[in-house]
């Protein structure tokens, strides 16, 4: 890095990070407890729950290409990526403290508006989150750099959930007096305030400086982009079923706590300390000087099944079990970061081989896609599971219905992350082209504009 361009500052860097920081607010009460608070505090049975988790990811599958073609087709005074900061802000906190409203209505308009709330809120992160991705690429040109941007970005992530998940039930508790409804509507409104002040700032101070293809690229001609992309598939398919397995892992915790330990307390201790990845992430860039990034993503998965391993053998032995917590938390910390720096890779690949830079597009699907499909289904595949064991809200558990929540947490988690790691094995020899990509695509730059100054100098 010594003797090579340097594109961001470290105050830049910071911003970048407190954009995730203030998205992760929000979007770890969703991932955390959203399913809890509608089977425990709206009083949605968890099976209707779990459909209306499903039903709001076939939303994704239309609004993230879309909200990614919208970005490569945005030419505007701010980049292309960046202004979204600064238009979906104010939609995303609104939409955030109606989801977690729950007003009183009568059963099914209750249903409804659970739904509503929840599809509308999905898509306007997709629109936020998109371009936290996307911009990485415009930010620098520089692999390391990006890969050391992307860490202080991870790190701006992990204490976003740290602070929900350290903040959220005992704040619920105090700011409801019992409560949970009020609880949870002055948590949000709090919560949603500190993402706007903190997104807008972050807007004023990050810049797209790297020079690409300023055209529009319309959507059929992004769709392209994915033409012979195998880095990009193999990603977006390890990054599904990684968000699938994580998503399991802290949805199902709550219960896992509540019910089987029969102390709810824990879960707010053992959610802040899942903040301990972030160690695991800001060490990333030194394990990319000895290892592949292959090599380092497969070993977060493995390390996040031990973990799960772990908590099982420690039964209900809490120390055995926060060890387990821990060690699977470095390990999906790993894995969590890897694919959003790898995905600006995906995005050099894609136009190194079709020669269409669809930066929004290819890192909407491999980013906010996966993130938001992952979490629908894994909303809805541990709801199904606990339903048919018997499981019943603010009610004392059945043994089957403890051995649900058990499976769901522990066992589903472990086949989840098993199968994360089956399409990573496939991308080494991508990895390997790393190198001549960069220098193809930069000659190819240099190219096109001394021959927009050769026009512009004839002129």
């Known amino acids: 890095m010594a003797n090579v361009k340097k594109w961001m500052t470290k105050w830049e860097m910071i911003n970048y990070a407190s954009l995730d920081f203030s998205q992760v607010l929000i ?7 959203l399913l809890y608070f509608y089977t425990d505090v709206a009083k949605i049975p968890v099976a209707t729950a779990g459909v209306i988790l499903l039903i709001a990811r076939g939303f994704d599958a239309i ?15 701010y980049g292309r990526s960046r202004p979204y900061f600064l238009w979906i802000a104010f ?3 609104i939409s955030a403290v109606l989801m977690f409203w729950n007003p009183n209505m009568a059963y099914n308009t209750r249903v409804i508006y659970c739904a509503v709330t929840y599809i509308l809120c999905g898509v306007l992160y997709t629109g936020i989150n998109t371009p936290l991705t996307s911009i990485l690429p415009s930010l620098s040109a520089n692999p390391q750099e990006r890969l050391t941007a992307n860490s202080v970005r991870m790190f701006g992530s992990q204490m976003g959930g740290f602070v929900t998940n350290a903040l959220c039930l005992p704040a619920v508790a105090m700011l409801g007096n019992g409560n949970d409804t009020k609880g949870f509507r002055w948590f949000i409104i709090i919560v949603a305030t500190v993402f706007l002040i903190l997104t807008l700032h972050a807007f004023t101070v ?4 790297v020079e690409v293809k300023t055209e529009k690229v319309p ?10 992309n195998w880095p990009w598939i193999i990603i977006v398919l390890g990054n599904l079923f990684y968000w699938i397995a994580y998503t399991n892992r802290s949805s199902t915790l709550v219960y896992y706590f509540t019910y089987n330990f029969n102390n709810k307390g824990l879960v707010s201790t053992f959610n802040a300390i899942a903040s301990i990845q972030v160690v695991a992430m800001l060490l990333i860039p030194l394990f990319n000087k000895k290892w592949s990034k292959t090599q380092i993503w497969i070993t977060g998965f493995i390390v996040a099944i031990i973990g799960q391993l772990i908590i099982f053998v420690g039964g209900k032995n809490i120390g055995i079990c926060l060890a387990g917590w821990i060690i699977g938390n470095m390990g999906s910390g790993i894995s969590v970061a890897m694919p959003f720096a790898m995905l600006s890779q995906a995005v050099d690949f894609g136009e190194w ?8 597009f290819l890192t909407a699907i491999g980013s906010s896609f996966c993130i938001k499909m992952g979490s629908g289904i894994a909303g809805f595949i541990p709801s199904m599971i606990m339903n048919h064991f018997g499981y019943v809200a603010d009610k004392t558990q059945t043994a089957q219905s403890l051995f649900g929540i058990k499976f769901c947490f522990i066992w589903l988690s472990i086949i989840l992350f098993s199968i994360a790691i089956i399409p990573v094995l496939f991308y080494g020899k991508y990895e390997k082209l790393e190198t001549k990509v960069d220098a193809d695509l930069q000659e190819k730059r240099a190219k096109i504009k001394e021959k927009e100054l050769s026009i512009n100098n004839a002129k």
Do not use: C, N, Q
């Open 219 to 228: 959507i059929t001609k992004s769709v392209k982009a994915i033409k012979g």
């Open 91 to 93: 939609p995303f906190a």
């Open 63 to 77: 609004d993230a290409p879309i909200w990614g073609a919208l970005i490569d087709m945005t030419h505007s005074k």
């Open 353 to 360: 081989k079709s020669g269409i830079r669809a930066a929004g």
């Open 27 to 33: 979007y770890m009460l969703i991932t955390s407890y």
């Open 206 to 209: 990050i810049k797209e400086k």
